[in-house]
């Protein structure tokens, strides 16, 4: 029954030794790599995200991964993401390719049905995102749109004259193939 407390001193020290240095490791690391390192704009962005906080954890928490080993890993994953972006930047084709394109939810009050189908949300959770966003009425809002990130961007409509850039939906998806 000991073991759910701790097996043993060692593994605790082992823990709090890996978390400090590993901390400092991803300080110097997200330095590095740039303010870019933190955000979540595309999918890959989150998936290098979700990467991060696993090798984080495990090498933390593992005995069998050495903290070189780790740190290695972390400064790889930022390398890519770093490369990755600077190639989405230079080249279409790569952003095409590990990005998913924004699709749009709602036009000028009407709900697109089928892209909610395609994407896989609810009216339900749709709705519960319009009314966090203080929307009482559909025709409140010029556009809904799901973000590459997995976030839903609402563009609200002050008053039924109120011009929009259509500039702001350039690469948004109005309809998507089933």
Known sequence: METLVFENIQSIVWVFIS??????????????????SFTT???????????????????????????AEGAVALF????????????????NVVGDIVDHNPIL???????IDENLKHVRITRY???????????TDYNQVWAAVLEASGT??????NNPDQKFDDALLKG???????
């Open 41 to 67: 704009y595309s999918s890959f962005d989150f998936l290098v995200t979700l990467a991060m906080g696993a090798l984080l954890a495990s090498t933390i928490t593992s005995d069998k991964i050495s903290l």
């Open 19 to 36: 978390t400090v240095t590993f901390y400092f490791f991803t300080i110097v690391a997200s330095k590095i790599a740039g303010i870019r």
């Open 105 to 111: 939810l709602i036009d000028q009050g009407k709900i």
């Open 76 to 91: 790889t994953l930022y390398a890519l993401q770093t490369v990755i972006a600077f190639m989405r930047q230079k080249w």
């Open 172 to 178: 948004v998806r109005y309809k998507v193939k089933s």
């Open 152 to 157: 839903i961007s609402v563009m609200k409509r």
């Open 125 to 135: 959770e749709l709705n519960a995102k319009l009314r966090g966003e203080g929307i």
